[in-house]
């Protein structure tokens, strides 16, 4: 692993603040920080066990919406092996948090891991059912998309 400035660090003892700004009712976007991201993103497949780890264990819903925004930049810049995280992934497939669910669409849309389209449909459904949600914006937009991907394949 390498820091930003190009010095060897090992991943696994860099500590890193979660976000800062969830959504709130002025704005639907989170602020994450995007040095910490593009670092990661550089780092592609190196960076993904210290990333699985996050995913496996964090009970904290900013941090693991974190993660997932960055493997899905991971994603976008061409980073192989995010598919075979399925299996700590499916850790989350039960959330009913919209920003878990949100991301999880986006990285399901872009790898295409079959078990994941039921996943995406018990979300669609489970939104839809549930009119609770408080946040800004509409999940089910990112999961509707992610599960037309999956029938146009």
Do not use: C, H, W
């Not at 192989?80 to 497939?93: E, F």
């Not at 986006?106 to 949600?133: C, E, W």
């Amino acid at each position: 692993m390498i820091n930003p400035v190009g010095n060897p660090v090992d991943i696994k003892y860099v500590q890193y603040p979660t976000p800062q700004y969830m959504p709130k009712k002025q704005y639907n976007y989170i602020k994450f920080d995007e040095n910490k991201t593009d670092m990661f993103v550089r780092q592609g497949e190196k960076a993904l066990p210290y990333l699985e780890e996050i995913v496996k264990y964090s009970q904290n819903e900013a941090q693991l919406t974190e993660t997932l925004y960055i493997l899905n930049r991971m994603l976008d810049n061409g980073t192989k092996g995010i598919d075979k995280m399925y299996p700590s992934l499916s850790r989350l497939n039960s959330s009913k948090s919209p920003y878990l669910q949100t991301f999880l669409a986006g990285i399901y849309r872009k790898t295409q891991v079959p078990d994941a389209f039921g996943v995406l449909l018990n979300f669609l459904i489970q939104n839809s059912l549930s009119k609770s949600a408080t946040v800004p914006f509409d999940p089910n937009e990112e999961i509707g998309g992610a599960i037309l991907s999956y029938l146009s394949k």
